[in-house]
């Protein structure tokens, strides 16, 4: 029997992302690179699929990024990718000596791609070096450890960005503006639907349904793309949330997570979000924006590689329109460059990753109540808007 796709496996697109290499290499390259020596350096700190498939070959397109250091605790595959990249012995780390890296004066940024219940442990660690952080979302399993992570940023005086791709990825940044100059009127419902086949057989999905690993199962790993979308289309954040879960335990997938979850956002414009996550149906990363004169369907929504967007008005589609090519992590680690630089905002700060691990924890309370209200105004207001810096062209 085949194997089900990963949500790694499924954001590529299942190939399109390869396909679309060239002219994502050739988009990317329409303006210069900086000479190497120029270029700020990244730590990647574990070297699963994320790592090899696309962090790593993004930073050879990069403009601003370059690969300075690996970090994991397999030393032959650390030194075997080392070696492939050209990166001399001295930049191959292990867990037991990561404290070393504060030594490592090629290394200002690290980019944390490890289980989420070892983000905060390897974060902290990393701002105690003195070096800037990169890290994958959710940003931690607990509000405790996100908090901490966040005040070791402000005790080191370093970046903490956290990697909300969708931030600088063309199509999505098309729908905000769209939305904020309201074509279409304005927005009256949103709905978002992230979800795949999770397995068993493959060792990453065995730590994303374990719970005191992954922190939320599906809701972490997938839904938390929907909890994020909802709040950057609108540029507003949700004051109320109720929730639902339907999980069968007899299934072995789901001894220790929710399997099966729906939520609504309720937001001060009036807008409604509804969302929905699972680790037990179709492959499917999509949202649909629904305004007064028209509707924005974006599916797939969050690929690697290969979204598109249709444009209902009328009642009439117009032909999708294809996301234009480009490298979504190189771009995303181009911009943390700058942010290191002092060249760009930051858009994706630690604080946006508390706002959806205190939205996730507040629908899980919700949905343990069978709907409940939660209240989910605590003042977090985006420091800054990705439709309003962001510029995909000069990325």
């Known amino acids: ?19 679309l290499a060239p002219a994502a290499a050739k988009a990317q390259a329409q303006e210069p690179a900086m000479p190497a020596s120029d270029k700020i350096g990244f730590a990647i700190v574990g070297l699963g699929k994320l790592s090899l498939n696309q962090l790593i070959p993004a930073l050879k397109i990069a403009k601003g990024a370059r690969l300075a250091a690996v970090v994991s605790g397999h030393p032959e595959k650390a030194k075997r990718v080392a070696a492939e990249n050209g990166l001399p012995a001295d930049a191959v780390y292990g867990y037991d000596d990561y404290d070393r890296i504060a030594k490592d004066p090629r290394i200002q940024v690290v980019y944390i791609v490890l289980p989420n219940s070892m983000h905060a442990e390897h974060t902290i660690k990393a701002f105690k070096a003195g070096k800037h952080v990169l890290c994958e979302k959710p940003m931690a399993t607990t ?53 795949r086949q999770a397995d068993l057989s493959d060792p990453s999905d065995v730590w994303r349904l374990d719970g005191k690993m992954s922190g939320g199962g599906a809701l972490g790993d997938m839904g938390v793309y929907g909890v994020n979308a909802a709040r950057y289309l609108l540029n507003e954040e949700p004051v109320a949330v109720q929730a639902w879960a339907q999980t069968d335990r007899s299934d072995p997938r789901f001894k ?22 699972s680790f037990a149906y179709a492959p499917t990363m999509a949202f649909e924006v629904i305004c007064e004169q028209g509707r924005l369907v974006a599916d797939p929504a969050a690929f690697y590689g290969g979204n598109r967007l249709t444009v209902v008005k009328g009642g009439q589609a117009l032909p999708p329109v294809p996301a234009p090519a480009g490298d979504q992590f190189a771009r995303e680690m181009d911009w943390m460059a700058d942010v290191v ?10 604080e946006e990753g508390l706002q959806d691990m205190r ?12 709907g409940a209200t939660v209240k989910t105004d605590w003042g977090y207001r985006r ?11 000069k990325a």
């Open 1 to 19: 029997m085949p194997s089900r796709p990963s949500r790694r496996d499924l954001i590529a697109a299942a190939g399109v992302a390869a396909a």
């Open 143 to 195: 509000l405790a450890d996100a908090e901490a992570m966040i005040a070791a940023a402000k005790a080191a005086d370093r970046h903490l960005m956290i990697a909300y791709r969708c931030h600088y990825e063309a199509q999505n940044l098309d729908v905000m503006r769209r939305l904020r100059t309201r074509s279409m009127g304005k927005v009256r419902q949103i709905n978002t639907t992230m979800g």
């Open 256 to 277: 220790e997570t929710e399997d099966l979850i729906n939520w609504q956002f309720r937001f001060p414009s009036g807008v409604i979000a509804n969302g929905s996550t």
């Open 341 to 350: 630089r002092g060249k760009a905002p930051m858009v994706s700060p630690g």
């Open 359 to 370: 939205l996730m924890q507040a629908i899980l309370e919700s949905a343990a109540k069978d």
């Open 383 to 393: 420091a800054v808007d990705p439709a309003g810096v962001v510029d995909v062209a």
